[in-house]
Protein backbone atom coordinates (compact mmCIF):
# COMPACT_ATOMS: atom_id res chain seq x y z
CA UNK A 1 0.00 0.00 0.00
CA UNK A 2 2.83 2.61 0.80
CA UNK A 3 4.81 1.55 -2.58
CA UNK A 4 1.99 2.70 -4.48
CA UNK A 5 0.88 5.53 -2.19
CA UNK A 6 4.47 6.99 -3.22
CA UNK A 7 3.72 6.81 -6.91
CA UNK A 8 0.62 8.58 -6.79
CA UNK A 9 2.15 11.41 -4.85
CA UNK A 10 4.24 14.64 -5.79
CA UNK A 11 5.08 15.37 -2.55
CA UNK A 12 6.25 12.11 -1.40
CA UNK A 13 8.23 11.17 -4.94
CA UNK A 14 9.84 14.54 -4.58
CA UNK A 15 10.77 14.25 -1.11
CA UNK A 16 12.71 10.88 -2.95
CA UNK A 17 14.22 12.55 -5.51
CA UNK A 18 15.48 15.28 -2.94
CA UNK A 19 17.37 12.14 -0.98
CA UNK A 20 18.78 10.12 -3.86
CA UNK A 21 19.22 12.78 -7.13
CA UNK A 22 22.38 15.60 -6.40
CA UNK A 23 21.24 18.52 -6.18
CA UNK A 24 22.93 19.80 -9.47
CA UNK A 25 20.30 18.57 -11.35
CA UNK A 26 17.62 21.13 -10.83
CA UNK A 27 14.11 20.65 -11.77
CA UNK A 28 11.89 24.10 -12.60
CA UNK A 29 8.55 22.75 -11.71
CA UNK A 30 7.43 20.42 -7.76
CA UNK A 31 5.85 17.94 -10.24
CA UNK A 32 6.42 14.37 -11.28
CA UNK A 33 4.87 13.71 -14.71
CA UNK A 34 3.03 9.84 -15.08
CA UNK A 35 1.57 10.25 -18.78
CA UNK A 36 1.89 12.87 -21.36
CA UNK A 37 -0.02 13.45 -25.47
CA UNK A 38 0.82 16.31 -27.55
CA UNK A 39 0.82 19.37 -25.45
CA UNK A 40 -0.45 17.52 -22.11
CA UNK A 41 1.21 16.01 -19.47
CA UNK A 42 -0.48 14.83 -16.22
CA UNK A 43 1.16 14.44 -13.26
CA UNK A 44 1.11 11.59 -10.54
CA UNK A 45 -2.11 13.19 -8.67
CA UNK A 46 -3.95 13.58 -12.26
CA UNK A 47 -3.15 16.99 -12.90
CA UNK A 48 -3.45 18.54 -16.17
CA UNK A 49 -0.59 20.68 -17.53
CA UNK A 50 -0.30 22.34 -20.92
CA UNK A 51 3.32 21.81 -21.51
CA UNK A 52 4.83 24.72 -23.27
CA UNK A 53 8.10 23.50 -22.46
CA UNK A 54 8.41 20.36 -24.40
CA UNK A 55 11.51 18.82 -22.86
CA UNK A 56 13.16 22.09 -23.71
CA UNK A 57 12.10 22.01 -27.23
CA UNK A 58 12.67 18.40 -27.89
CA UNK A 59 9.07 17.62 -28.82
CA UNK A 60 7.98 19.42 -31.45
CA UNK A 61 6.15 16.99 -33.09
CA UNK A 62 4.70 16.64 -29.24
CA UNK A 63 4.80 13.97 -26.62
CA UNK A 64 3.88 9.96 -27.58
CA UNK A 65 3.02 11.32 -31.39
CA UNK A 66 1.42 7.89 -32.58
CA UNK A 67 3.14 7.72 -35.64
CA UNK A 68 7.13 7.86 -33.32
CA UNK A 69 5.14 5.23 -31.17
CA UNK A 70 4.56 3.07 -33.95
CA UNK A 71 7.99 3.43 -35.68
CA UNK A 72 10.05 2.80 -31.88
CA UNK A 73 7.54 -0.10 -31.31
CA UNK A 74 8.14 -1.84 -35.06
CA UNK A 75 12.22 -1.32 -35.01
CA UNK A 76 12.12 -2.15 -30.92
CA UNK A 77 10.69 -6.00 -33.28
CA UNK A 78 14.30 -5.60 -35.32
CA UNK A 79 16.89 -4.15 -33.73
CA UNK A 80 17.01 -2.43 -30.80
CA UNK A 81 20.41 -1.54 -30.73
CA UNK A 82 23.86 -2.90 -32.14
CA UNK A 83 26.24 0.29 -32.27
CA UNK A 84 27.18 1.13 -35.93
CA UNK A 85 30.94 1.61 -35.24
CA UNK A 86 30.26 -2.95 -35.09
CA UNK A 87 27.18 -3.04 -37.88
CA UNK A 88 25.49 -0.53 -39.85
CA UNK A 89 21.58 -0.62 -39.91
CA UNK A 90 19.34 1.16 -42.65
CA UNK A 91 17.90 3.74 -40.60
CA UNK A 92 20.99 5.26 -39.74
CA UNK A 93 21.58 5.34 -43.58
CA UNK A 94 18.48 6.63 -44.34
CA UNK A 95 18.22 9.39 -41.81
CA UNK A 96 22.14 10.39 -42.66
CA UNK A 97 20.57 11.06 -46.71
CA UNK A 98 17.39 13.06 -45.44
CA UNK A 99 19.33 14.90 -43.43
CA UNK A 100 22.03 15.80 -45.69
CA UNK A 101 19.31 17.03 -48.22
CA UNK A 102 17.62 18.74 -46.26
CA UNK A 103 20.60 20.78 -44.61
CA UNK A 104 23.40 20.35 -48.30
CA UNK A 105 20.01 20.76 -50.59
CA UNK A 106 22.34 19.83 -53.84
CA UNK A 107 25.61 19.49 -52.61
CA UNK A 108 27.94 16.72 -51.25
CA UNK A 109 26.48 16.94 -47.52
CA UNK A 110 27.41 13.86 -44.81
CA UNK A 111 26.03 13.27 -41.28
CA UNK A 112 27.13 11.49 -38.28
CA UNK A 113 24.75 10.75 -35.46
CA UNK A 114 25.41 11.10 -31.66
CA UNK A 115 23.43 11.10 -28.24
CA UNK A 116 23.10 14.57 -26.67
CA UNK A 117 23.48 18.24 -28.20
CA UNK A 118 26.99 18.23 -26.43
CA UNK A 119 28.35 15.66 -27.99
CA UNK A 120 27.06 16.98 -31.33
CA UNK A 121 28.98 20.43 -30.46
CA UNK A 122 32.04 18.91 -29.40
CA UNK A 123 32.24 16.89 -32.38
CA UNK A 124 31.54 19.54 -34.79
CA UNK A 125 34.55 21.30 -33.18
CA UNK A 126 36.45 18.18 -33.61
CA UNK A 127 35.71 17.87 -37.33
CA UNK A 128 36.62 21.63 -37.99
CA UNK A 129 39.78 21.47 -35.98
CA UNK A 130 40.93 18.50 -38.31
CA UNK A 131 39.63 20.13 -41.26
CA UNK A 132 41.42 23.53 -41.20
CA UNK A 133 44.32 22.16 -38.84
CA UNK A 134 43.86 25.22 -36.78
CA UNK A 135 42.85 25.06 -32.78
CA UNK A 136 40.93 28.66 -32.15
CA UNK A 137 37.24 28.59 -31.79
CA UNK A 138 34.78 31.61 -31.46
CA UNK A 139 32.01 31.87 -29.72
CA UNK A 140 29.40 33.94 -28.05
CA UNK A 141 28.15 35.68 -25.01
CA UNK A 142 24.75 33.97 -24.22
CA UNK A 143 25.40 31.53 -25.83
CA UNK A 144 24.48 27.70 -24.83
CA UNK A 145 26.37 24.75 -25.90
CA UNK A 146 25.94 22.05 -23.36
CA UNK A 147 27.35 20.89 -19.86
CA UNK A 148 30.55 18.95 -20.82
CA UNK A 149 33.97 20.63 -19.86
CA UNK A 150 34.57 21.90 -23.78
CA UNK A 151 30.41 23.02 -23.68
CA UNK A 152 30.54 25.13 -21.17
CA UNK A 153 33.93 26.75 -22.12
CA UNK A 154 31.81 27.39 -25.61
CA UNK A 155 28.46 28.82 -23.76
CA UNK A 156 29.04 32.60 -22.70
CA UNK A 157 26.98 32.37 -19.09
CA UNK A 158 28.93 31.99 -15.82
CA UNK A 159 25.97 30.78 -13.89
CA UNK A 160 24.86 28.17 -13.18
CA UNK A 161 27.28 26.26 -15.98
CA UNK A 162 30.92 27.64 -15.35
CA UNK A 163 30.83 27.25 -11.62
CA UNK A 164 34.18 25.77 -10.32
CA UNK A 165 34.63 23.34 -12.98
CA UNK A 166 37.57 25.22 -14.50
CA UNK A 167 40.22 25.10 -15.68
CA UNK A 168 38.56 25.48 -19.03
CA UNK A 169 39.93 23.93 -22.45
CA UNK A 170 41.75 26.62 -24.33
CA UNK A 171 41.84 28.38 -27.13
CA UNK A 172 38.14 29.88 -27.03
CA UNK A 173 37.11 33.16 -27.48
CA UNK A 174 34.14 35.21 -27.18
CA UNK A 175 32.17 37.65 -29.11
CA UNK A 176 29.40 39.75 -27.11
CA UNK A 177 26.13 38.74 -29.39
CA UNK A 178 23.72 41.54 -30.90
CA UNK A 179 21.17 43.11 -28.27
CA UNK A 180 19.35 45.39 -29.20
CA UNK A 181 17.40 45.70 -26.14
CA UNK A 182 20.37 46.24 -24.07
CA UNK A 183 22.52 48.18 -26.49
CA UNK A 184 24.20 45.79 -28.31
CA UNK A 185 24.58 46.83 -31.87
CA UNK A 186 25.40 44.28 -34.76
CA UNK A 187 27.83 46.89 -36.09
CA UNK A 188 29.28 46.67 -32.06
CA UNK A 189 29.74 42.71 -32.50
CA UNK A 190 31.46 42.47 -35.89
CA UNK A 191 34.06 45.56 -34.62
CA UNK A 192 34.68 43.36 -31.48
CA UNK A 193 35.57 40.61 -34.29
CA UNK A 194 37.80 42.53 -35.77
CA UNK A 195 39.20 42.93 -32.85
CA UNK A 196 39.82 40.01 -31.95
CA UNK A 197 41.35 39.16 -34.56
CA UNK A 198 43.88 42.01 -34.25
CA UNK A 199 45.06 41.73 -30.40
CA UNK A 200 43.41 37.99 -29.70
CA UNK A 201 44.10 35.53 -32.28
CA UNK A 202 45.21 35.51 -35.80
CA UNK A 203 42.19 35.04 -38.34
CA UNK A 204 44.67 32.11 -40.37
CA UNK A 205 44.55 30.68 -36.53
CA UNK A 206 40.48 29.97 -36.26
CA UNK A 207 39.70 27.39 -36.81
CA UNK A 208 35.42 28.13 -36.68
CA UNK A 209 32.73 30.48 -35.24
CA UNK A 210 29.94 28.67 -33.81
CA UNK A 211 26.67 30.60 -33.81
CA UNK A 212 23.02 29.98 -32.52
CA UNK A 213 21.13 31.41 -35.35
CA UNK A 214 18.46 32.48 -32.36
CA UNK A 215 19.95 32.02 -28.92
CA UNK A 216 18.05 29.81 -27.08
CA UNK A 217 19.41 29.59 -23.21
CA UNK A 218 20.60 33.06 -23.88
CA UNK A 219 17.38 34.71 -24.55
CA UNK A 220 15.94 33.61 -27.78
CA UNK A 221 17.71 36.51 -29.58
CA UNK A 222 17.44 36.27 -32.91
CA UNK A 223 20.77 37.04 -35.30
CA UNK A 224 19.66 39.21 -37.86
CA UNK A 225 20.36 38.11 -41.91
CA UNK A 226 22.49 40.76 -41.87
CA UNK A 227 25.01 39.89 -39.66
CA UNK A 228 25.03 36.41 -40.72
CA UNK A 229 25.91 37.18 -44.43
CA UNK A 230 28.59 39.18 -42.64
CA UNK A 231 30.01 36.18 -40.64
CA UNK A 232 30.08 34.06 -43.14
CA UNK A 233 31.81 36.72 -45.25
CA UNK A 234 34.57 36.69 -42.86
CA UNK A 235 34.70 33.40 -42.54
CA UNK A 236 35.02 32.67 -45.89
CA UNK A 237 37.42 34.81 -47.14
CA UNK A 238 39.88 33.63 -43.98
CA UNK A 239 39.34 30.11 -44.58
CA UNK A 240 37.74 29.75 -40.86
CA UNK A 241 34.63 27.20 -41.09
CA UNK A 242 30.56 28.43 -39.84
CA UNK A 243 29.21 26.13 -37.55
CA UNK A 244 25.25 27.07 -37.19
CA UNK A 245 23.78 25.08 -33.34
CA UNK A 246 20.92 24.67 -34.44
CA UNK A 247 19.68 22.27 -31.50
CA UNK A 248 17.40 24.37 -30.33
CA UNK A 249 16.06 26.51 -33.17
CA UNK A 250 15.85 23.46 -35.25
CA UNK A 251 13.22 21.13 -36.50
CA UNK A 252 10.93 23.95 -37.71
CA UNK A 253 10.90 25.90 -34.46
CA UNK A 254 11.51 29.33 -36.03
CA UNK A 255 8.90 28.33 -39.40
CA UNK A 256 11.61 26.64 -41.25
CA UNK A 257 13.26 23.63 -40.71
CA UNK A 258 15.96 25.40 -39.55
CA UNK A 259 16.88 28.58 -38.74
CA UNK A 260 19.71 29.41 -40.68
CA UNK A 261 17.52 28.80 -44.02
CA UNK A 262 15.83 32.34 -43.05
CA UNK A 263 19.22 34.40 -42.71
CA UNK A 264 20.82 33.96 -46.72
CA UNK A 265 23.45 31.59 -45.63
CA UNK A 266 24.83 27.54 -46.03
CA UNK A 267 26.71 27.07 -42.61
CA UNK A 268 29.62 24.59 -43.17
CA UNK A 269 28.70 22.26 -40.34
CA UNK A 270 25.43 22.21 -38.24
CA UNK A 271 25.00 20.45 -34.91
CA UNK A 272 21.36 19.03 -34.31
CA UNK A 273 19.34 16.99 -31.81
CA UNK A 274 16.76 17.84 -29.34
CA UNK A 275 13.41 17.70 -31.65
CA UNK A 276 15.51 15.52 -33.97
CA UNK A 277 14.19 12.69 -32.28
CA UNK A 278 10.22 13.37 -31.05
CA UNK A 279 11.79 12.37 -27.23
CA UNK A 280 14.25 10.04 -28.06
CA UNK A 281 17.60 10.52 -27.57
CA UNK A 282 19.56 11.31 -30.95
CA UNK A 283 22.01 14.17 -32.11
CA UNK A 284 23.90 15.09 -35.22
CA UNK A 285 26.57 16.85 -37.09
CA UNK A 286 25.31 17.69 -40.74
CA UNK A 287 28.37 19.32 -43.06
CA UNK A 288 30.33 19.54 -45.84
CA UNK A 289 31.38 16.42 -47.21
CA UNK A 290 35.10 17.56 -47.45
CA UNK A 291 35.02 18.99 -43.95
CA UNK A 292 33.06 15.89 -42.55
CA UNK A 293 35.53 13.18 -43.93
CA UNK A 294 38.57 15.16 -42.28
CA UNK A 295 38.64 13.11 -39.46
CA UNK A 296 40.70 9.63 -39.28
CA UNK A 297 38.71 6.04 -39.54
CA UNK A 298 37.65 6.12 -35.97
CA UNK A 299 38.46 9.78 -35.16
CA UNK A 300 34.51 9.94 -34.81
CA UNK A 301 31.16 8.05 -32.99
CA UNK A 302 30.14 6.69 -29.69
CA UNK A 303 28.69 3.73 -28.35
CA UNK A 304 24.75 4.85 -28.41
CA UNK A 305 25.21 7.49 -31.28
CA UNK A 306 22.69 6.94 -33.99
CA UNK A 307 20.74 4.23 -31.88
CA UNK A 308 18.80 2.40 -34.57
CA UNK A 309 15.59 2.99 -32.05
CA UNK A 310 16.16 6.98 -32.02
CA UNK A 311 16.92 6.68 -35.91
CA UNK A 312 13.24 5.27 -36.62
CA UNK A 313 11.98 7.39 -34.11
CA UNK A 314 14.05 10.45 -35.95
CA UNK A 315 12.53 9.22 -39.87
CA UNK A 316 9.07 9.25 -38.65
CA UNK A 317 9.60 12.64 -37.37
CA UNK A 318 10.95 13.87 -40.22
CA UNK A 319 7.76 12.43 -41.86
CA UNK A 320 5.65 14.23 -40.10
CA UNK A 321 6.81 17.52 -40.99
CA UNK A 322 5.86 16.77 -44.64
CA UNK A 323 2.21 14.68 -43.81
CA UNK A 324 1.08 17.74 -41.40
CA UNK A 325 2.39 20.91 -42.71
CA UNK A 326 4.41 21.75 -39.48
CA UNK A 327 6.31 23.89 -40.72
CA UNK A 328 3.05 26.31 -41.99
CA UNK A 329 1.91 25.61 -38.51
CA UNK A 330 4.64 26.60 -36.78
CA UNK A 331 5.08 30.19 -39.00
CA UNK A 332 0.87 30.08 -37.42
CA UNK A 333 1.12 29.73 -34.30
CA UNK A 334 4.29 31.75 -33.92
CA UNK A 335 2.62 34.58 -35.33
CA UNK A 336 -0.81 34.11 -32.87
CA UNK A 337 1.67 33.79 -30.38
CA UNK A 338 3.61 36.73 -30.69
CA UNK A 339 0.69 38.78 -31.22
CA UNK A 340 -1.16 37.96 -27.65
CA UNK A 341 1.96 38.31 -26.15
CA UNK A 342 2.16 42.14 -27.63
CA UNK A 343 -0.85 42.89 -26.05
CA UNK A 344 0.10 41.34 -23.26
CA UNK A 345 3.16 43.78 -22.95
CA UNK A 346 0.90 46.76 -23.94
CA UNK A 347 -0.97 45.73 -20.60
CA UNK A 348 1.67 44.81 -18.44
CA UNK A 349 4.72 47.44 -17.99
CA UNK A 350 7.06 44.27 -16.38
CA UNK A 351 6.90 42.72 -20.30
CA UNK A 352 10.15 45.11 -21.64
CA UNK A 353 10.18 42.76 -25.12
CA UNK A 354 8.79 40.32 -26.96
CA UNK A 355 10.72 38.81 -29.77
CA UNK A 356 11.32 35.55 -31.65
CA UNK A 357 11.29 34.00 -34.99
CA UNK A 358 8.15 31.72 -35.76
CA UNK A 359 6.71 29.44 -32.78
CA UNK A 360 10.11 30.19 -30.84
CA UNK A 361 8.87 33.26 -28.90
CA UNK A 362 10.00 35.04 -25.61
CA UNK A 363 9.00 37.75 -22.99
CA UNK A 364 11.58 39.58 -21.43
CA UNK A 365 10.78 40.65 -17.91
CA UNK A 366 12.16 44.13 -16.25
CA UNK A 367 11.32 46.26 -13.20
CA UNK A 368 8.83 48.70 -14.57
CA UNK A 369 10.49 51.52 -12.75
CA UNK A 370 14.34 50.81 -13.26
CA UNK A 371 13.95 48.80 -16.37
CA UNK A 372 17.04 46.28 -15.06
CA UNK A 373 16.00 42.54 -15.79
CA UNK A 374 13.75 41.52 -12.54
CA UNK A 375 14.64 37.53 -12.30
CA UNK A 376 12.28 37.42 -9.33
CA UNK A 377 9.55 38.40 -10.67
CA UNK A 378 10.47 36.17 -13.23
CA UNK A 379 10.34 33.30 -11.23
CA UNK A 380 6.86 34.34 -9.39
CA UNK A 381 5.08 34.42 -12.59
CA UNK A 382 6.48 30.69 -13.77
CA UNK A 383 5.42 29.61 -10.20
CA UNK A 384 1.69 31.08 -11.04
CA UNK A 385 1.42 29.56 -13.76
CA UNK A 386 2.43 26.61 -12.55
CA UNK A 387 -0.33 26.87 -10.73
CA UNK A 388 -3.16 27.61 -13.10
CA UNK A 389 -1.92 24.21 -14.83
CA UNK A 390 0.48 25.60 -17.56
CA UNK A 391 4.52 25.26 -17.97
CA UNK A 392 6.85 27.19 -18.82
CA UNK A 393 10.82 27.80 -18.44
CA UNK A 394 13.06 30.71 -18.05
CA UNK A 395 16.06 31.69 -19.87
CA UNK A 396 18.48 34.87 -20.39
CA UNK A 397 21.72 35.53 -18.92
CA UNK A 398 19.85 37.34 -15.90
CA UNK A 399 17.10 34.75 -15.90
CA UNK A 400 14.69 37.23 -16.78
CA UNK A 401 13.08 35.80 -20.03
CA UNK A 402 10.57 33.75 -19.90
CA UNK A 403 10.20 31.39 -23.52
CA UNK A 404 7.72 29.18 -25.08
CA UNK A 405 8.39 26.00 -26.61
CA UNK A 406 5.14 24.34 -27.08
CA UNK A 407 4.70 21.54 -29.58
CA UNK A 408 3.96 22.52 -33.40
CA UNK A 409 1.03 19.96 -32.95
CA UNK A 410 -0.22 22.52 -30.29
CA UNK A 411 -4.16 23.53 -31.01
CA UNK A 412 -5.78 27.33 -31.00
CA UNK A 413 -7.34 26.30 -28.00
CA UNK A 414 -4.85 24.98 -25.70
CA UNK A 415 -2.66 28.01 -27.17
CA UNK A 416 -5.57 30.55 -26.59
CA UNK A 417 -5.92 28.16 -22.76
CA UNK A 418 -2.00 28.97 -22.13
CA UNK A 419 -1.92 32.58 -22.94
CA UNK A 420 -5.18 33.34 -20.32
CA UNK A 421 -3.40 31.00 -17.89
CA UNK A 422 -0.16 32.85 -18.34
CA UNK A 423 -2.43 36.75 -18.42
CA UNK A 424 -3.60 35.35 -15.03
CA UNK A 425 -0.20 34.91 -13.65
CA UNK A 426 1.12 37.84 -14.55
CA UNK A 427 -1.82 39.47 -12.93
CA UNK A 428 -0.89 37.51 -9.91
CA UNK A 429 2.56 37.80 -9.72
CA UNK A 430 2.64 41.86 -10.33
CA UNK A 431 -0.27 42.07 -8.06
CA UNK A 432 -3.29 42.51 -10.46
CA UNK A 433 -4.77 39.99 -9.06
CA UNK A 434 -5.05 39.12 -5.56
Known sequence: MAEQQAYSDN????????????????????????????????????????????????LNVGHNHPAVVNAVTRQLGLVSH????????????????????????????KSVFFTSG?????????????????SGIIA???????????????????APYKQNFGPFPGDIYRLPFPNPLHGITEADCLKALDQLFAVQILPERVAAIIIEPVQGDGGFLPAGPAFMQALRRITSQHGILLICDEIQSGFGRTGTMFAFQQLGIKPDLVTLAKSLGGGLPISGVVGRAE???????????????????????????????????????????????????????DKYACIGDVRGVGFMQAVEILDFETGRPDAALTQRILDSACQ???????????????????PLVT????????????????????????
Open 11 to 58: SLLLDAREQNVPRGVVTAHPLVIERARGSEVWDVEGNRYLDFVGGIGV
Open 411 to 434: TDSQLEEALHIFDIALARATGRLG
Open 140 to 158: FDGAFHGRTLLGITLTGMS
Open 388 to 406: EGLLLIKCGLHRNTIRFLA
Open 291 to 345: IMDAPMPGGLGGTYGGNALACAAALAVLDLFEQENLLQRSCQLGEQLNARLRQLA
Open 118 to 134: AEAVENAVKIARSHTQR
Open 82 to 109: ACFQVVAYPGYIELAQRLNKLVGGDEAY
